[in-house]
């Protein structure tokens, strides 16, 4: 995705350091999604009249398949010295402090940004799971009183699930250790089950039952 980030600045001089801490911390967000199709960030200055403070804002345009994530942040750099005339102002300004400033806002634009990106992944996630059908996994944890409890799926994430949910009247006979296949949504607080299914048991060849040999007719069959 480096390549297509595109920096504008828009009320304000271009600035190398501002493009450089914006590109760093997009090349960041393909960790958490690396299918990012485009990244564009606009640092803006929109209001330089001195009773408004200094203000710069951030927004960040994200294109994902099937997905756009648009995040707008806005800070206030010295709003404190507004009661300066705008010239004097200009003069007593810290240029560190106000990189300091300005790079908290990029930085809680980036971190909005970054949330968002895992809350399409976490989406998409069970989107695909849910096509592919119910899932496996078993009971580690169950409250008879609350009626609720959770299921370790097989690749090892915990999933809510509720009585209401088990199908077929067998919530009573839900145990920790119990094998069941679910179907797998997103929840309020994470996944959750909308569907849960107790797994048969295997059935056990009896050990008076010997195993036909090869070629024998099932009965009601003639022989040979």
């Known amino acids: 995705m480096t390549n297509d980030v595109k920096v504008t600045f828009r009320g304000m001089d271009p600035s190398a350091w501002i493009e450089s801490d914006v590109r760093r911390r997009a090349r960041k967000l393909d960790l958490y999604c690396p299918n990012i199709m485009s990244c564009r960030v606009v640092v803006d200055r929109p209001h330089r009249h001195h009773e408004s403070g200094n203000r710069f804002g951030v927004r960040i345009d994200l294109t994902v398949p099937g997905e756009e994530i ?8 010295h709003g404190s010295q507004k009661d300066l005339a705008t010239r004097e102002w200009v003069k007593r300004l810290d240029v560190e402090a106000v990189r300091k400033d300005l790079r908290l806002v990029i930085r809680e634009a ?16 069970l989107d695909v799971k849910r096509h592919e059908g119910p899932l496996q ?21 915990d999933v809510y699930f509720h009585a209401h949910s088990v199908i077929g009247g067998s919530a009573k006979r839900l145990r920790v250790g119990a094998r069941v296949t679910f179907v797998e949504e997103r929840g309020d607080k994470g996944p959750q089950a909308s ?22 007719v099932s009965v009601g069959g003639f022989g040979a």
């Open 110 to 125: 980036f971190d909005i940004a970054r949330r968002r990106l895992q809350d399409v992944v976490r989406r998409q996630r």
């Open 70 to 77: 648009a995040v707008t942040r806005v800070g206030n750099v």
């Open 137 to 157: 996994g078993r009971v580690v944890a169950w409250n008879g009183t609350a009626r609720a409890g959770r299921i370790e799926a097989g690749d090892g994430h």
């Open 195 to 216: 569907t849960v299914k107790l797994a048969r048991p295997q059935r056990r060849r009896s050990a008076s039952t010997p195993t036909p040999p090869p070629g024998a």
